[in-house]
């Protein structure tokens, strides 16, 4: 194990020895190529070629070096090694509030997600970020265990002036919450009459708040207590599949909600 652990490390302080190895993996390269394409001294890449043929990564090609079998296994695991780690870097401040228990996604596929905190500034900023996306998209499916007013208002608006279509799979508790005040409940009766829209709920429950907005999947965060700590928005095509593969199931799994349902 040590031995391993020494490896990585003296790959991994230098930025120069990954991206020649990684350069050479690609293809053959002579000294000078790697010289243009890196800018490091031909007698840096000297000392960098020769600890690389020390460790057969890499071999002579004529007046040029080539990646072996094992240094581009090298190469290939190192890449895999940092992208986890960029993954984890960036999803490290939002992790305790992932519902993972509900994601069948490889968080990886998050790394270039982007990720919206509140701050003293803007203490509503993830849903604002929601809202943002709600009133420029034109289709929206959702699977959610809330439906807060903000977003009920912009959906119930875009849909009656035609803006968008929206489907959307709630728990019962949500819509019940909506429904004990007045003025929500007409707007909620509003929408659920529209024919662009389609609500349905679900006894069980959902255990995620997640929105599809054209193609850009939208996950709200909140901890145990209910406190809205951060959103993620996706345009990954992995993330994207996951989550309308959930919404299917959310909305197969669901009653319709009828306008008879919200009377007072």
Not at 20 to 46: I, K, M, N, P, W
Not at 56 to 83: H, Q
Not at 249 to 261: F, I, Q
């Amino acid at each position: 194990m040590e031995s391993t652990l020494e490896e990585i490390e003296f790959l991994a302080l230098s930025a120069n020895r990954v991206e020649v190895l990684g350069l050479l993996a690609d293809g053959r390269r002579t000294r000078g190529e790697l010289g243009e394409a890196t800018g490091a001294s031909q007698a840096t890449l000297g000392r960098i070629l020769g600890d690389f043929e020390e460790r057969s990564w890499i071999r002579r090609d004529g007046d040029a070096y080539v990646a072996t079998a094992t240094g581009r296994l090298v190469t290939e695991g190192f890449t895999d090694l940092r992208e986890i780690l960029e993954a984890e870097m960036k999803l490290r401040e939002v992790v305790d509030y992932l519902p993972t228990h509900a994601m069948d996604v490889d968080l990886q596929r998050l790394a270039d997600a982007t990720i919206t905190q509140p701050s003293q500034m803007r203490p509503n900023a993830p849903l604002s970020r929601l809202l943002e996306l709600l009133r420029e998209g034109e289709a929206v499916r959702t699977f959610s265990h809330a439906f807060n007013e903000q977003t009920l208002t912009v959906v119930q608006e875009r849909t009656a002036a035609g803006d968008q279509r929206f489907r959307g799979v709630f728990s019962r508790r949500a819509i019940e919450a909506l429904a004990e005040e007045s003025a929500l409940r007409n707007r909620l009766r509003s929408l659920v009459g529209s024919d662009r829209a389609e609500l349905r709920v679900r006894n069980e429950g959902v255990p995620i708040a997640a929105m599809i907005v054209d193609d850009v999947v939208y996950l709200l965060l909140r901890d145990e207590n209910g406190v809205l700590r951060a959103s993620i928005d996706s345009d990954d095509p992995a993330v994207r599949a996951w989550a309308e593969d959930t919404y299917d199931h959310y909305w197969r799994t669901a009653d319709p909600l009828e306008t008879e349902a919200l009377s007072p």
